[in-house]
């Protein structure tokens, strides 16, 4: 990886870092009653407030899905290659990434969410344990078939 390539990854997320804290600042001013406090102020990219926290959420979005790119490449890396994780994170369908996030929200909003979709991943995972070399067969015809789509896009 070169040095291009890790500076690319660190920008994004020092600019969500920067409209995080513009917005937090903000939500301390206006927790103080409307007053200043002491240390100086950092104007947001725009004279409207709403504008402002409209950019800090895409910014918070847009480095979201940067870390759960880096994530997902590193642990599909360990066994693939960088390359070809790469390339069966850009063969994924619409539909897998739409049921990925709503199986995230589900279990990140609440509690018999959090089970409910734990249950499942640890069935599936025993499921595949008992199965062995089977489902082994099968994920990893899976990966190859999202490879070569990866491949064509």
Partial sequence: MTIRDKLAKIKPARIARKAAGKVAEAARDETAGGTKNAGPSIPGPSTNAMTNLILADIALRAGGALLRRGVERGLLGNKTGAAKAKKIIRGRTMGETLIGT?????????VPGAIMVGGGLLAKTLYDRRHGKSAKAE??????????????E
């Fill in 102 to 110: 709503a199986l995230a929200r589900v279990a990140t909003r609440s």
């Fill in 139 to 152: 994920g990893e015809a899976a990966v190859e078939a999202k490879a070569k789509k990866g491949e064509k």
